[in-house]
Each structure stands twice: as C-alpha cells, then as structure tokens.
T-cell receptor, first 116, second 115 residues
Framework: EADIYQTPRYLVIGTGKKITLECSQTMGHDKMYWYQQDPGMELHLIHYSYGVNSTEKGDLSSESTVSRIRTEHFPLTLESARPSHTSQYLC???????????????FGNGTRLTVT | SQQGEEDPQALSIQEGENATMNCSYKTSINNLQWYRQNSGRGLVHLILIRSNEREKHSGRLRVTLDTSKKSSSLLITASRAADTASYFCATDPNAGGTSYGKLTFGQGTILTVHP
C-alpha cells in the first residue's frame, strides 16, 4: 500500500482539548486532502492543499484547520475538541498531472478520534 | 444529496460467485474511480475509468461507465473471502475541462463473501 502515514491511529480525548492529527507522505505528491468518515458512511472532504502554503476548505464545513509548510506534511488541528468531532479522519495524497484527468488518491489508514 | 450513490448498500454472496455494485452520480465528470476499504483501514484505489471510456478491466475487476445515464458498475468475478470489504465509487467533477482533484465519494457498498 501507499507510503502515507497517519498518527495516532486511535485517540480518545476530553472535551476542550487541542489536538493535532499528523499526516505525512513520502511520495512527493503536491496534492493532499483530509476526509472525514463516520462509521458505515461516505467520505466528506474537509480540507485540501495543492502545494506548500496552499490550503482550501472542502465541501463539508469543519472547525478544524490545516497547514502545509512542507510538501510531505499536512497536519490537521482542532483547537477545542467536542463530542461532535468524534469520527474517523482520513488523509490522502495524489500526484499533480498537467491534464484534465485526476490521478488516484493514496490514503493513510486513518485516525479514529473519540471526544468524551 | 451526495454526488455518488451506490446500490446495493450491502451484498452477501458465496465464494466463487460474481458481485456487482452500481453507482449513480449527478453532474458531468472527468473520471470515475472505485476504491476498496477494509474494516478500520484507509481506502485503496482499484480502478479509474475516464469519461470517454465505456469499459475497463483489471484482473477480476470489470468497470463500466454510461455517461448518458450517469452510472457505473463494478463487477468482481469469482469472488473470494478476501474480497470482503466496503467498495466506494468516487467522481472527479468536470469543471470546464479541469480536474481539481476533489473527489466526491458515494456511501459505499458493504460486500461480504462467505467461504
């Protein structure tokens, strides 16, 4: 499987805490994404980046923020976690192609976040 | 509702049988992709079909695309217990001929293959 790593795999944290979910890829991909997935449900795009210092919000409104200071690193931060943030967070990356056809996404194994 | 909708939501078959999953979408697309997700893991890309293609094969996988009906199907032939997973279609919307890489995923089909 792809070389994209997410840590931690599981996180249980109390309400109000600040958390950062880490995502790193070793493939040199320019594009990176964060998706949120509830159990048995579809994925929703919450953030994406086309390169260093480029970040955009996705289709699903999220209280999280992201940064892209290095190509390989795309962390997601929640300043004050709430129970409604309980979900699985999946990071993905893809190669930039100078065409109208997108290249496939490579996913990490996800972080399952539980906020109590 | 979401761009990609899949049918059925769950499918249970015996090893050796074929499994067919369907996906419908609403807007024009650059391409449609299928992904697989094992329980508790990330998604793995299976196959990509471009909007100007009608059928594509990869091993035991066969994907069809009908842009006039805005639908796609994934066929897994001679299924194995190891094929048990959730399968998602994802569409890459056509924004004036440009892909921004913002895939929209369906809700998935849960496939169970009994040995």
């Amino acid at each position: 499987e792809a070389d994209i790593y997410q840590t931690p795999r599981y996180l249980v944290i109390g309400t109000g805490k600040k958390i950062t979910l880490e995502c790193s890829q070793t493939m040199g991909h320019d594009k990176m994404y964060w998706y949120q997935q509830d159990p048995g449900m579809e994925l929703h795009l919450i953030h994406y980046s086309y390169g260093v210092n480029s970040t955009e919000k996705g289709d699903l409104s999220s209280e999280s923020t992201v940064s892209r200071i290095r190509t390989e690193h795309f962390p997601l931060t929640l300043e004050s976690a709430r129970p409604s943030h309980t979900s699985q967070y999946l990071c993905a990356s893809s190669e930039y192609r100078r065409s109208s056809y997108n290249s496939p996404l490579h996913f990490g194994n996800g972080t399952r976040l539980t906020v109590t | 509702s979401q761009q990609g909708e899949e049918d059925p939501q769950a499918l249970s078959i015996q090893e050796g049988e074929n499994a067919t999953m369907n996906c419908s979408y609403k807007t024009s697309i650059n391409n449609l992709q299928w992904y697989r997700q094992n329980s508790g893991r990330g998604l793995v890309h299976l196959i990509l079909i471009r909007s100007n293609e009608r059928e594509k094969h990869s091993g035991r996988l066969r994907v069809t695309l009908d842009t006039s009906k805005k639908s796609s199907s994934l066929l897994i032939t001679a299924s194995r217990a190891a094929d048990t997973a959730s399968y998602f279609c994802a569409t890459d919307p056509n924004a004036g001929g440009t892909s921004y890489g913002k895939l929209t995923f369906g809700q998935g089909t849960i496939l169970t293959v009994h040995p």
